[in-house]
């Protein structure tokens, strides 16, 4: 009886596409879902001349395909985005290019899915597309969940559902739920994830989205098996397996395979968890998941070794373990692409003001030059001695504006020096990257079991430090436009510390030098959190490049009257008075390298010595050659407003 129900509204569809029209349709497609053979009848109005209905057809069909055969969905959705590029459409290009970039995503290829998200992005911001905008901030949190930043993923995710609220739209309401509570059970908050899949579930069973009540089915199933409950669980993962199948949807059965084998592995049915993580391994060849694959390997290793096959648990651990190198060691390049995205996107933004402020400036001095020989004109046929007064006064601001010229020059040649810097250490870092990359695809047969450790260090303390540098360089760039923003509150101090160190510790590992937070566990600062992380940062990481290998670098903190000083020490190389007296120089931020031979941008000093300003504070430097270096970063006690 579903199948027939099915079937006729594909034909309903159809039959609306050729008797309402193209727009209306255009704001009925996403509710509506079709099965194979209606998806096919679908097909054949390509056939027909309209380009316009074509558009809204394909952008259906890259959507229907996207989970049972993503290859095709992404074939469709080249197409629709060719077409309503051609046809000028912006708002189904803006939609196109959204579901182009889900199919991207099923496959894993991020990159291009982000590329999608930020052009669709940019066209709804542009003609005010509220629908498309809320898909696009919700598809966006996806990505940040599918690279663990969580934080980031619930910031767009509450944008997304933000705007859905506004135009009361609950298809995507349903979907925003979805990756919400998604985002939350990753970060082990069960219970408001488990009150997100709800809220989705409730909305897609009142608009009778099936696909989507699979969905909201298996995650619900998930969080109940986190929680213990293993019959609820069991429940609605095989409600969920079951609408899968009628609807042919193969990422959600082998999601539904997966977590099946979980749940048997749990009761100690191992038998038919190994059935259930193979049927999940075979249905998931079609979209080459990874974090699937490892799951299904080490639930299988898990399962075989409880069932006393040693070999076989050790064949799917080595499996697991693989495919777990791999994601690891793409997410450092996705991570890079999406935050070259990101500058990229405030680049635009910043050139675009920018121009906007030099035609206002040139139609400025135009109107006041204008108005300046006018009244130089009168003047000059009243008094002679007040057209004196204004040819000094004009002199006066001739000269301001030569001043102003040069500070202006001065400003432009700085960041034509950091910008110079950047572009060849970054070039450098990329390159160290990729070298090692090859390396590692070349000979990773013939690489002892040291020496590939020893590379997946070196990859990993280079992909930090060129993520440290892009962070430097924004920071940076909101510093000279006055963007960043100083909010003080109250931190426990040593906690802060903590975590700076955690991300500065690969590096430090590498040189196998010691870093030894001293700070009361008692003592807390009211600060801006960010801006202090960042001087610590860079503080610990010059601190690491000039200590010898096998050194030890101390963090300290003591409060001195009404201010508090917080010190990082290294017993490295050193410096003469004389270099020291230089750090802060105009001009003489150079680079210069570690003791093994470590390249830096010789920018992050100068953004210290800003953001420290920026907080009412100062830094200190204390140094003597081959006796090492501690810098210090004196703040004072404010009050959290």
Known sequence: MYRYRCFYC??????????????????????????????????????RPDDSLKVVVLKLLCWENRNSDPAKAIEYGQMAVALAQKL???????????????????????????????KGLEISRKYNLKKHLAFQYNNLADLYNRLSLYDRAVEFGKRALDIAKQINDEYTLSYIYNILGTIYQNKDDLDSALYYFGKSLELREKIGFSPGIATAYLNIGNVHLAKGKKDSSEFYIIRAQKIYSQNNDLQGLALTYLAHGILCNQLGQYDSAIFYFNKGLATNRNFENQTVSRDCHKGLSYSYKQKGDFKKAEYHSNLAYNINDSITLSSYVERLTQLTEALRFEEQVKHQKEREKILAEKIGFQRNIIKLYIAIIVLLTALIGLAVYFYLKRAKDVRLLRKQKDEINQLNNDKDRYFSILAHDLKNQLTSIVTIAQIIKEKSLSLGNDEMIQLSKRLYVLGFSTNDLLENVLNWIKSQEKRLKVSIKSYNLKNLVDRVIMSQKPAAELKSIGLVNKVDPTMNVNTDADMLSTILRNFISNAIKFSVAGGEVEIEAAQ????????????????????????????????????????????????????????????????????????????PLADVS
């Open 88 to 118: 000028e459409l912006n708002q189904e290009l803006s939609d196109s290019y959204n579901r182009l970039g889900v199919a991207y995503r099923n496959v894993g290829e991020y990159a291009k899915a982000l590329d999608c998200y930020f």
């Open 10 to 47: 594909g034909i309903l569809a159809l039959l609306m596409l050729f008797s309402i029209g193209f727009k209306t349709y255009a704001q009925l497609d996403d509710t509506i879902y079709l099965n194979p053979s209606s998806i096919k009848a679908l097909a054949k109005v390509l056939d």
């Open 560 to 635: 001195i009257a009404s201010r508090i000083e917080v010190s990082v020490r290294d017993y490295g190389v050193g410096m003469t008075q004389q270099k020291v007296n230089s750090l802060f120089s105009k001009g003489q931020q150079k680079s210069q390298r570690g003791t093994s031979n470590e390249q830096g941008s010789g920018i992050g000093l100068a953004i210290c010595n800003q953001l420290a300003t920026d907080l009412g504070g100062e830094i200190k430097v204390a140094s003597k050659p081959n006796e090492g270096s501690t810098f210090t970063i004196v703040l």
